[in-house]
C-alpha cells in the first residue's frame, strides 16, 4: 500500500486543522493505521491509531479530547482532526500502515510509511 499525507499547513493556537492520509494499491481499512509526528531534534512520537474496522482508537494523552483518528473506507483515506492545537503540536505528521492484528503505538510495527506533511502552530 502507497500512503499520502496532506493538509498541513501553519494555524494560530486554538485554531483546527485536518490531515488526510490517502491510500493506493490496497484498501487502507485492511491495515491498522496511525498517525505519528516527529518535531526538531525529537524522536518521531506516537499521535493515534485506529484499529481495522474503527475500533478501537488510541491517542498519547497530550492529544486525547483534541484529536479524533477516522478512517473512510469508500474513500480509502484516513483523517486526523486536530482541534485546540497547541504550539507544542509543531511537527511533520507522518502516517503509517501496519498488518499487525493489534492496535500498536510502536513504529516499529508499522511496515508503510507516507512523507510527512508540516503543522506549524503559532502562539
Known amino acids: 500500500v502507497q500512503l499520502q499525507a496532506s493538509g498541513g499547513g501553519l494555524v494560530q493556537a486554538g485554531g483546527s486543522l485536518r490531515l488526510s492520509c490517502t491510500a493506493s494499491g490496497r484498501t487502507l481499512g485492511s491495515y491498522v493505521v496511525g498517525w505519528f509526528r516527529q518535531a526538531p531534534g525529537k524522536e518521531r512520537e506516537f499521535v493515534a491509531a485506529?484499529?481495522?474496522?474503527?475500533?478501537?482508537?488510541s491517542y498519547v494523552d497530550s492529544v486525547k479530547g483534541r484529536f479524533t483518528i477516522s478512517i473512510d473506507n469508500a474513500k480509502n483515506t484516513a483523517y486526523l482532526q486536530m482541534n485546540s492545537l497547541k504550539p507544542e503540536d509543531t511537527a511533520v505528521y507522518f502516517c503509517?500502515?501496519?498488518?499487525?492484528?493489534?492496535?500498536?503505538?510502536?513504529?516499529?510495527?508499522?511496515?508503510?510509511w507516507g512523507q510527512g506533511t508540516q503543522v506549524t502552530v503559532s502562539s
Open positions: 485506529i484499529l481495522r474496522g474503527g475500533v478501537p482508537k
Open positions: 503509517a500502515a501496519s498488518t499487525s492484528a493489534t492496535l500498536s503505538r510502536g513504529a516499529a510495527f508499522y511496515s508503510y
